[in-house]
């Protein structure tokens, strides 16, 4: 006998100005399983998801909870239903502490006082029942971006929501805090709550889903039994064509240093220690160098004080043969690109048109104005070519304001803004954190090709797929501090996995302790 369908979604469609995101689509979720939704970016999964939590109202189609016909009109209404979602970009306040935040609009009051004791203990015993462990009286401001989804997880299981959804839960985790996440979600299932998961990550919905469901565009592709298929035909039904898993390049011929840090040091600002303490590297024309590590070992401190967005407190920074240690983040650029960490903080003016983002560097330039007035047009056409060079997917083309595109594309703009401003360096921080298969192949296939063209790449990333494919050289990252040098050739991921968790380092001469 089948499973019973727990939530049935049918024939729904969801338009925005200019896109069809959700076009008559039907999804049907079992009682105590597993289902991944996937798709490229921009395909209308967080769409389709937020019609589904009461965020938007479809034009057409119905939702059905264990048959019966129920009409969603906001959250309140899906969290009443036992359905809730921990959302790609976080929904926590900052300066609220952790506890505030779970109980935060489902508080136990008696005659108008709030019950924390109470509250306290549920969460307790929450955190401890299924390894969620987090600390209830610090701020989230203060807290890894592990702990705030702990935090997002712990606030729908407060809510005693039976149907759980993640919307690209893992882009922000490091491999460790993954694996953990899955064992969660197969220990819900267990227990008979249904999930939804949104992933572009094929290893992930290989190794936790039941059935995968599949949106191209718009459109409902199908429904597969994850057992009864594998990752290349995963990605064909998502991309709708044939995509190169594996990074093809030739070997690396590595010129001048480009980049030199010497005794490099970057002040921390959660303690007194340096979160870049000391360190000394070279990236050479036509290299892919990769800084790997677990995050928060000193990686994001070591990018700002490089791009100038934090100050250094000692050591030297030699780009192009000048000591630029305390030039301004404008002189900093002239020779560097730079595709920043967090899109949304540091990529982009949310609130400006695609095309005023795709120019936010460049708007000076003769090509752009004359005596001091925009060039309109100019911006316009050319933000068009990177549109259309890199199949950056917005509802109004140019005119789009940034902060209403997918997350991944609007990954894409930045990407391709930052390679086309062709600078002898590219510092290239997680640059397909949240995008699809087919994005992701072209993606690396860019900055192989900006390494071939003579350019010295520096990468930052968490993903060690990602760090084994593309760099040419790599260096672990521990506690602000380099402690390895690696051949991707003549190592593994194991063995990276004992440098970055700090149980093994190099000596001076290249002897591993």
């Known amino acids: 006998m089948a499973a019973e369908n727990v939530i049935e979604m049918l024939h729904i469609t969801k338009e925005f100005p200019g896109i069809v995101a959700n076009d008559d689509i039907t999804l049907q979720l079992r009682r105590g399983e597993v289902h991944a939704l996937l798709g490229e970016n921009g395909a209308g999964k967080s769409t389709l998801m937020s019609v589904l939590f009461g965020l938007y109202q479809p034009e057409a189609g119905i939702i059905k909870k264990n048959g019966q016909e129920v009409r969603i009109n906001n959250p309140n209404d899906a969290t009443a239903l036992g359905i809730g979602m921990v959302h790609q970009h976080f929904k926590l306040i900052d300066v609220f502490t952790v506890l505030d935040n779970i109980i935060l609009g489902a508080e136990t009051t008696k005659a108008g006082f709030l019950q924390k004791k109470e ?60 694996d953990e996440l899955m064992a969660t979600m197969k220990e819900f299932a267990k227990e008979g709550k249904s999930i939804l998961f949104i992933s572009h990550k094929l290893n992930e919905i290989m190794a936790v889903s039941d059935r995968v469901t599949v949106l191209r565009k718009g459109r409902y592709i199908g429904t597969v039994d994850t057992k009864d298929t594998d990752r290349q035909s995963l990605s064909n039904m998502m991309v709708g064509r ?180 062709e600078k002898p360096l590219v510092v290239a921080v997680q640059p397909t954190r949240g995008l699809d298969v087919g994005a992701i192949e072209y993606i690396h296939s860019q900055l192989v090709a900006e390494r071939d063209k003579g350019r010295a790449v520096l990468l930052v990333s968490l993903e060690l797929d990602e760090v084994m494919n593309l760099s040419d050289r790599i260096l672990v990252m521990y506690e602000g501090e380099i402690v390895g040098e690696f051949d991707p050739k003549k190592t593994d991921i194991q063995e990276l996995g004992l440098y970055m968790a700090g149980a093994k380092r190099m000596e001076k001469g290249g002897q591993s302790a």
């Open 119 to 178: 509250a306290r203990a549920k969460v307790q015993a929450l955190s401890e029942r299924y390894g969620l462990k987090v600390d209830l009286d610090a701020k989230v401001e203060d807290i890894t971006v592990g702990m705030q989804q702990r935090v997002e997880i712990l606030k729908m299981l407060y809510r005693d929501n039976e149907i759980l959804i993640f919307d690209e839960p893992t882009a922000v985790l490091t491999p460790q805090e993954i």
């Open 242 to 421: 044939s995509v190169q898993l594996e990074v093809q390049k030739a070997p690396a011929k590595p010129g001048e240093a480009v980049l030199s840090l010497r005794d490099f040091c970057v002040p921390s600002k959660a303690h007194k220690r340096n979160a870049v303490n000391g360190v000394s590297f070279d990236v050479r024309a036509g290299e892919i160098l990769c800084i790997a590590g677990i995050d928060g070992n000193g990686q994001s401190e070591l990018v700002y004080g490089l791009t100038g967005m934090e100050k250094s407190s000692g050591g030297t920074v030699t780009l192009c043969g000048e000591d630029i240690s305390h030039a301004s983040i404008r002189h900093r650029g002239r020779n560097m690109s730079h595709i920043p960490e967090d899109r949304h903080k540091h990529g982009l003016v949310l609130d400006f048109a695609l095309e005023q983002n795709m120019v936010l560097q460049r708007y000076r330039e003769k090509q752009f104005q004359t005596n001091g007035i925009i060039n309109r047009g100019a911006i316009r056409e050319y933000a068009q070519r990177l549109i259309r060079q890199y199949d950056v997917r917005s509802g109004q083309g140019p005119v789009t304001v940034a902060r209403s595109m997918s997350g991944g594309n609007q990954q894409k703009a930045i990407i391709a803004r930052e390679l086309d401003r």
